[in-house]
Nanobody
Framework: QLQASGGGLVQAGASLRLSCAAS????????VAWFRQAPGKEREFVAA????????WYADSLKPRFTISRDNAKNTVSLHINSVKPEDTAVYYC???????????????????WGQGTLVTVSS
């Protein structure tokens, strides 16, 4: 089971770090991703990291401001957002899969484990 945290109300231009923790299973061998869903919009891919190799993937439009990383000691994956914008307002979900192929990294239905989401609201 995954637990996402770190969301809240922030002002535009601030930085924010979201965290995803796994309970009952280590992230070792997993691909862990962040997706987000804004009101009235479809869920979209944000970033992903392959735990073993630390290989990362990003949505092209978000890459300059978003950084995904992992903490082996804490068994967590973080998403750091710089210079948040009102359009970053969304529920952010973390997802994990232990047998994901590279071509599926950006595809939400291919992840079999999801957290409950954490709401990020950016005020202008």
């Amino acid at each position: 089971q995954l637990q996402a945290s770190g969301g809240g109300l922030v002002q535009a231009g601030a930085s924010l770090r979201l965290s995803c923790a796994a309970s009952g299973r280590a992230f070792s061998g997993a691909t862990v991703a962040w997706f987000r869903q804004a009101p009235g919009k479809e869920r979209e891919f944000v970033a992903a990291i392959r735990w073993s190799s630390r290989t990362t993937w990003y949505a092209d439009s978000l890459k300059p401001r978003f950084t995904i990383s992992r903490d082996n000691a804490k068994n967590t994956v973080s998403l750091h957002i710089n210079s948040v914008k009102p359009e970053d307002t969304a529920v952010y979900y973390c997802a994990a899969d232990w047998s994901l192929i590279v071509s599926s990294v950006r595809n939400a239905p291919d992840y079999d484990c999801w957290g409950q989401g954490t709401l990020v609201t950016v005020s202008s």
